[in-house]
T-cell receptor, first 114, second 114 residues
Framework: DAGVIQSPRHEVTEMGQEVTLRCKPI?????LFWYRQTMMRGLELLIYFNNNVPIDDSGMPEDRFSAKMPNASFSTLKIQPSEPRDSAVYFC????????????FGNGTRLTVT | AQSVAQPEDQVNVAEGNPLTVKCTYSVSGNPYLFWYVQYPNRGLQFLLK??????LVKGSYGFEAEFNKSQTSFHLKKPSALVSDSALYFCAVRFTGGGNKLTFGTGTQLKVEL
């Protein structure tokens, strides 16, 4: 079990640039979550998918953020254009469906927007 | 709406002493409760969960948690703390009818000193 794989681990970009974060969930998991962690706001759920379909995107900050899951083994979170306030650690997590199932987290992408 | 509260930002304890990290929750249905731990520059790791049944749940690394329905609490405990237990701990909740969405508390920094 390779776990949830996120890339890149670190991303430094300039304000206005497009940023794409990538996630490979654990094979067989059919739910995928994107979270953002900051000192000020803690851990925030941005969006989650069940069976590749977005279920709840109410946490997506604004239209600059978009997420896709084209298949069961890959998801992206895109920020366009990026702003300094987007600087945070972004986590992807996956789980089996059902309320009993714990989430398995990747090691995150640390995004810095200058 | 579901929510979870961790009233302490930080807990300090001496190695060998028992530790408690507090968590209270609010949900509209039956709760499913989880504890996670986060080490620096890593993703969250699942420790234990309460679904139903025994109110005392045992998990990884010697941790346990006690579910108390009347007090709507799910405190994390360990009989004898280790320096290596120092980390950030998160409580999280789902509820029946709430889909797969997992809501996290703000986290409690545990510091175990010699």
């Amino acid at each position: 079990d390779a776990g949830v794989i996120q890339s890149p681990r670190h991303e430094v970009t300039e304000m206005g640039q497009e940023v794409t974060l990538r996630c490979k969930p654990i094979s067989g998991h059919n739910s995928l979550f994107w979270y953002r962690q900051t000192m000020m706001r803690g851990l925030e759920l941005l969006i989650y998918f069940n069976n590749n379909v977005p279920i709840d995107d109410s946490g997506m900050p604004e239209d600059r953020f978009s997420a896709k899951m084209p298949n069961a083994s890959f998801s992206t979170l895109k920020i366009q254009p990026s702003e300094p306030r987007d600087s945070a650690v972004y986590f992807c997590a996956s789980s089996l469906s059902g309320p009993h199932s714990p989430l398995h987290f990747g090691n995150g992408t640390r995004l810095t927007v200058t | 709406a579901q929510s979870v509260a961790q009233p302490e930002d930080q807990v300090n304890v001496a190695e060998g002493n028992p530790l408690t990290v507090k968590c209270t929750y609010s949900v509209s249905g039956n709760p499913y409760l989880f504890w996670y731990v986060q080490y620096p520059n890593r993703g969250l790791q699942f420790l234990l969960k309460y679904i139903t049944g025994d109110n005392l749940v045992k998990g990884s690394y010697g941790f346990e948690a006690e579910f108390n329905k009347s007090q709507t609490s799910f405190h994390l405990k360990k009989p004898s703390a280790l320096v290596s237990d120092s980390a950030l701990y998160f409580c999280a909740v789902r509820f029946t009818g709430g889909g797969n969405k997992l809501t996290f508390g703000t986290g409690t920094q545990l510091k175990v000193e010699l």
